[in-house]
């Protein structure tokens, strides 16, 4: 049987994942959900990434990772990459830290990109 994947990267707050969840028997998201250089308030990318995490709640073919410009918000993380949003990182901050169980590569096998985070928290 044949699977067709597909893997996207740096939506930066954009929503065209959308045309094409759908027609993919897997579908990889591998960060950078935030810091856009387009015109896309915070609040629309935040509203976008709760979207996409709702949705991988749903429907197990949907998997998730971090991006160094979603990990630049987290508790501890001192380094700051371009386009980071100094007036909206704490709802930044807890759109992720909210849904840190779903930023993994597979949901069965392999080991969650949260532990060094939550390493960091001990």
């Known amino acids: ?35 856009s250089r387009d015109n896309i308030s915070s609040v629309s990318q935040i509203r976008n990434f709760r979207e996409i995490c709702d949705i991988a709640r749903k429907d197990s073919r949907i998997h998730l990772c971090i991006g160094n410009h979603d990990f630049h918000y987290l508790r501890s993380i001192n380094d700051q990459y371009s386009g ?7 709802d930044i901050r807890e759109a992720i830290e909210g849904n840190i169980d779903l930023q ?19």
């Open 1 to 35: 049987m044949t699977m067709n994947c597909a893997v996207i990267g740096d939506t930066h707050g954009r929503n065209t994942w959308k045309k094409f969840v759908d027609k993919f028997d897997q579908f990889y998201f591998v960060g950078d959900y935030f810091d």
């Open 84 to 90: 980071y949003q100094y007036f909206s990182f704490i």
């Open 104 to 122: 993994n590569s597979s949901k069965k096998d392999a080991r969650s990109l949260a532990e060094p985070y939550e390493l960091l928290l001990k």
